[in-house]
């Protein structure tokens, strides 16, 4: 049912949105030079590497790790980087990996892949075994300012109480964060 869910859901979002994603695109274009998606490598379900589309907002060459790890990373970023990022629009790509079924929409985030840490956490705890999500437990729990093992505790508890109905709940959660609360540290 979860896998029915995503590909209408994804294949309903993305045409829907073709307005934004052509807008976005656009003003992507005109505000920097380089590509308009940015594929990143990206750790997925038992601990398979898939390229994971974003709408890029960091700058063309910007070094490929994570942004809590950089010493300033608005350095780095697109003049509607940081726009794309707090609203979330830059995720919209993911809904390819969807489709693929490379991710979901409800899951844990997808690791970097070289995030050592995040990785081996979530291999000892079983979380490795889920398809990552564009959005999840952790995410709505806070988001950017989570300590990886925060995160991860979240993940485990989103493998010990994972259901649709949950997975509807997590969803639902996921808009009021991005509409009404400003927790996106760039």
């Known amino acids: 049912m979860k896998r029915i869910f995503d590909i209408m859901l994804s294949l309903l979002s993305a045409f829907f949105l073709i307005p934004i994603i052509l807008m976005v695109i656009?003003?992507?274009?005109?505000?920097?030079?380089?590509?308009?998606?940015?594929?990143?490598?990206?750790?997925?379900?038992?601990?398979?590497?898939?390229?994971?589309?974003?709408f890029r907002t960091m700058r063309f060459g910007t070094p490929?790790?994570?942004?809590?790890?950089?010493?300033?990373?608005?350095?780095?970023?697109?003049?509607?980087?940081?726009?794309?990022?707090?609203?979330?629009?830059?995720?919209?790509?993911?809904?390819?990996?969807?489709?693929?079924?490379?991710?979901?929409?409800?899951?844990?985030?997808?690791?970097?892949?070289?995030?050592?840490?995040?990785?081996?956490?979530?291999t000892q705890l079983g979380v490795h075994t889920l398809v990552p999500g564009l959005t999840g437990w952790a995410q709505i729990n806070g988001r950017d300012s989570l300590p990886i093992s925060e995160k991860v505790v979240l993940d485990k508890e989103y493998v010990e109480k994972k259901s649709f109905i949950f997975d509807i709940y997590i969803f639902i959660r996921t808009f009021q964060k991005i509409f009404f609360e400003k927790n996106v540290s760039h």
């Open 64 to 122: 490929a790790i994570p942004t809590h790890l950089m010493i300033d990373a608005s350095q780095y970023l697109t003049p509607i980087g940081s726009f794309l990022r707090k609203t979330s629009l830059d995720e919209i790509p993911q809904l390819w990996s969807i489709l693929k079924g490379d991710m979901s929409f409800v899951g844990p985030r997808p690791a970097l892949f070289n995030q050592d840490d995040l990785i081996a956490l979530r």
């Open 26 to 54: 656009l003003v992507i274009k005109i505000t920097s030079r380089g590509p308009v998606l940015y594929w990143s490598d990206r750790i997925g379900k038992n601990n398979i590497i898939f390229k994971m589309p974003k």
